[in-house]
């Protein structure tokens, strides 16, 4: 078919992608049929004005996806994708409820989408990272193909960062990467500051790497920068770790202003931050990363688990200069070889295809929607949350104690986990998170909500016989 002319206006993906995307589009409507031949790669990007190279990337992608097949010296035809089912992926495929059921709810984890056309978007996704099975098989060098870079380079930039790609690295979750990069940063006995409300996976890499872990104390917009001086001073710390965003668990965002106050400290006293932005592409506008203000000193860590989604594994780790790439490669290396290709590979077709953004979309509408339903159950005041936040910080009163009411919600549905898994220093408070993503529905969230709401409205010998 040489009169073909794809109007790529009709995919937000980038133009290689849009080829594609256009080629299955009209299949779709019948535009194009299989066996059509499509025209020539040089000729097609005169029509569009685009480079070579841009439509070769683009009928290499629509090979991917099964749409069309190229034979050398006679062109590139429309195959319609026909061995798409026999690639695992068929609409009706069952999902294996031996997988299906594992569910850890003491973890803070996104909500669950459940719309089938999204779901089949991103089983699209696989499909088409399957058209490379044998390659994302073999061993693969550390931090991410160049390709991959790009794509996490895009993502990062929606948090502001344009780190340039020798600084960018894909490595297989925050948590390794936090391990590696303490490693670098501290020796045994030395000490590390962070909140002192904080999230647990640091306390244990703490324990881990044998270092002193001092929590700072904070107030409503996060730790206090006099503290935090004062704590230089005395401590001579090796680094500050943070979670800045919708932190985990109290839901705190620290403001622009704090923000910029904290990065003046840590550069006075020459201070690494180690900035852990696990939900920082959750708020549509929130504050800028402290990357951004202190690109030197911060190691900026941005996870896809609560984005994306946990199984993925992968994070997304900007270096703070040159000259620490070299030694976080090699602990990274040593501690992991490199992050699965399958699921890099995946993260990066989503990444370009929009897909990630539309998953995006959805963990924020179904946060937002939750948080209303909190909102609309537990009174105002007795609880800390922010409106797009996956969890509550719920402080205890009326006698309850975090060990009794754990005891008591255990069978709701819901996580509670007490504050003893994230407190640094001294007593931990009587509170509890409450995750409130997941798999679990709306009804039953809300009915574990109302479960909740009446058991604090007394004692805790008022709500159940036994704990």
Not at 5 to 31: C, F, K, N, T
Not at 433 to 449: F, S
Request: charged share 20%; with cysteine.
């Amino acid at each position: 078919m040489k009169d073909w002319h794809p109007d790529l206006s009709r995919s937000s993906s980038p133009r290689y992608m849009a080829i594609a995307d256009v080629i299955e589009m009209d299949l779709r409507s019948g535009h194009l049929v299989v066996g059509d031949r499509l025209p020539p790669q040089r000729e097609l990007a005169k029509r569009l004005n685009v480079d070579f190279t841009t439509v070769a990337r683009g009928y290499v992608e629509a090979q991917k996806r099964g749409l069309v097949d190229s034979h050398v010296g006679r062109g590139t035809f429309v195959t319609g994708g026909a061995d798409k089912e026999r690639q695992g992926f068929a609409p009706d495929a069952a999902p294996d409820p031996r997988r299906a059921s594992i569910v850890d709810f003491s973890m803070n984890m996104p909500p669950e989408t459940d719309d089938p056309e999204l779901i089949a978007r991103m089983r699209e996704g696989m499909s088409a990272v399957t058209a490379n099975l044998i390659p994302l098989l073999r061993y693969q060098g550390f931090g991410g193909s160049s390709m991959d870079k790009e794509a996490a380079a895009s993502w990062l930039s929606r948090r502001g960062l344009v780190p340039s790609q020798e600084r960018i690295f894909v490595t297989p979750g925050a948590h390794p990467a936090l391990l590696a990069i303490f490693g670098l940063l501290a020796k045994p006995g030395e000490t590390v500051l962070s909140e002192i409300i904080t999230y647990p996976g640091m306390r244990s890499i703490a324990a881990q790497l044998r270092l002193n872990l001092a929590g700072l104390p904070m107030d409503e917009d996060g730790i206090l920068p006099d503290a935090f001086a004062e704590a230089c001073e005395r401590l001579k710390p090796k680094a500050l770790y943070l979670n800045p965003t919708l932190q985990n668990p109290t839901t705190l965002t620290i403001p622009a202003r704090r923000r910029e106050e904290i990065c003046a400290v840590a550069r006075k006293y020459h201070v690494p931050i180690v900035e852990d932005d696990a939900y920082g592409f959750i708020p549509q506008h929130g504050p800028a990363p402290l990357a951004a203000t202190a690109p030197d000193l911060t190691w900026h860590i941005g996870g896809l688990a609560k984005c994306i989604g946990a199984g993925l594994r992968l994070a997304y780790v900007v270096a703070p200069d040159s000259k620490a790439v070299w030694p976080f490669v090699s602990a990274m290396r040593a501690n992991n070889v490199m992050a699965s290709p399958l699921t890099v590979a995946l993260a990066t077709r989503w990444i370009e295809d929009g897909t990630a953004d539309t998953i995006l979309r959805f963990i924020r509408a179904e946060a937002a929607a939750r948080q209303q339903m909190v909102a609309a159950i537990l009174p105002a005041g007795s609880y800390r949350a922010d409106p797009i936040s996956f969890n509550i910080w719920l402080p205890l009163s009326n006698g309850w104690t975090r060990s009794t009411f754990g005891s008591h919600t255990r069978s709701s549905g819901i996580g509670v986990v007490a504050s003893d898994a994230f407190t640094v220093e001294g007593t931990a408070p009587e509170a509890v998170r409450v995750c409130l993503g997941g798999p679990i529905t709306r009804e039953k969230l809300q009915g574990a909500l109302e479960f909740m709401a009446h058991a604090l409205e007394g004692p805790p010998e008022m709500a159940a016989s036994f704990f």
